[in-house]
């Protein structure tokens, strides 16, 4: 029996492991000036863990929980809870509803149809989506409360506003990276823009456009249930009102539709999403 040896070429260069920091690493220095970033966060902030921590915050703590384990059950109060999470569901799908259909209209000029699409509005379509989804749904709702007054209506208006930059991107970007050979064809015998788009392009990029407005009716239903707080109805201007005063149960009873509201949501846009992706 014979053993071979093994025998290392001779142009094989050993290299040391790379320096834990080089001057010349540019992803050294980003990781670095994050990590100082993140010290001063907390320098800058000045969080009392300890007060936090203490046996009085926790002694207070836990008579807050124990309060909130206590909701109100009963019947008339529960009316009123039913009757304003229909008021949070109905702001949620109005506001998308809305926001879909002017954010599909901002998103034909805010996108670039083909490689040689001029695209004459595209800067200007994307500056105003810009600026509708840089401006939080309550800030929305505190500026439209002033012209609109309380209640829901100034709701969904923030959020179509918000919604409506946020999905129009969404839309613009689903537009761009669409398939273009169904659309070539029409356009190489003359057929109009809208043509194209209404028979080429949108039907490829249905599903993707209902899948994120779905995304978005779920996360607009927690946007109604905080736009109440500044009073614009719903479930959270009854969170504030019930909290202000202290009534624990009543809060809690709140709290409990609000988490049955969005799971209810969240499950009905799920299956509906997996029904479009079939």
Not at 45 to 55: D, G, H, Y
Not at 178 to 187: C, H, Q, T, V
Request: proline share 4%; charged share 15%; aromatic share 12%.
């Amino acid at each position: 029996m014979s053993t071979k040896m093994v025998t290392k070429p001779a142009n094989e260069v050993y290299r040391l492991p790379p320096k834990l920091f080089d001057a010349r690493c540019k992803s050294c220095w980003v990781t670095f000036a994050i990590l100082v970033l993140i010290v001063s966060s907390f320098y800058s902030l000045n969080l009392e863990i300890a007060s936090f921590m203490s046996a009085d915050s926790m002694r207070a703590m836990g008579s807050f929980v124990l309060e909130l384990l206590r909701p109100n059950f009963e019947h008339d109060f529960l009316l009123k809870v039913f009757k304003s999470s229909f008021e949070t569901l109905a702001m949620s799908a109005l506001g998308t509803i809305l926001a879909a259909i002017f954010g599909l209209a901002w998103a034909i000029p805010a996108s670039k149809a083909y490689p040689t699409d001029p695209a004459r509005w595209r800067k200007l379509a994307r500056g105003v989506l810009n600026g509708l989804r840089a401006v939080p749904e309550l800030v929305w709702a505190m500026l439209l409360l002033i012209a609109l007054g309380l209640g829901p209506f100034a709701g969904t208006v923030a959020l179509a506003f918000h919604t409506t930059g946020v999905l129009g991107r969404l839309f613009a970007e689903c537009i761009e990276n669409s398939p273009d050979e169904a659309a070539y064809a029409l356009r190489v015998r003359g057929a109009s823009g809208f043509i194209v788009f209404w028979y080429a392009t949108f039907p490829q990029v249905l599903p993707q456009l209902v899948s994120y407005t779905l995304y978005r009716w779920e996360n607009n239903i927690r946007a109604a249930a905080i736009l109440g707080v500044v009073g614009a109805g719903g479930l959270g201007q009854m969170l504030a009102y019930y909290m202000a005063l202290f009534q624990m149960s009543e809060t809690s009873t709140i709290l409990l539709a609000m988490i049955i509201l969005v799971a209810a949501v969240d499950a009905l846009s799920y299956f509906s999403r997996k029904r479009f992706s079939r």
